[in-house]
């Protein structure tokens, strides 16, 4: 069995609970909104990285990001995608089994057409009433099952980090 860390809109902020939850995957996917090079460092400390660039992503280090990626996990093709809206393939034509993409900040996994969409959410600066999420795919041969952790961060009556 593979494990695939999923991670998203960090904005600048690799939090702890994040980094635990991606410690022992054998891949890990940041789908955009990363906000700064060192958290692309730091994961790929972990492991093997696939990041794309996301909508607040700007300056030398992130034009060096593509917008899309394609990762193969196995017997899987993972399409990386920062806004869902804007994707740009027929993911069962390119036969693609998961699109993973974040922006919205709102974790989500849905299965469409055969294909498997997941939003890890945003483990990054907490926006609106959003949770704080991380995710992970676990890939068996052709089999994936995809589980979104929420993060309980910061005490009652504290700011966020």
Known sequence: MLRVGLISDTHGLLRPEAKALLHGCDYIVHCGDIGAPEILDELAALAPLTAVRGNNDIGAWADRLPETQILEVGALCL?????????DIEPVAAGVQVVVSGHSHQPSVEERSGVLFVNPGSSGPRRFRL??????????GSSVSARIVEFEVGARGQRDR
């Open 79 to 87: 399409y990386v995608i920062h806004d869902l809206a804007q994707i």
């Open 131 to 140: 949770p704080i999420a991380a995710g992970e795919l676990n890939v068996s």
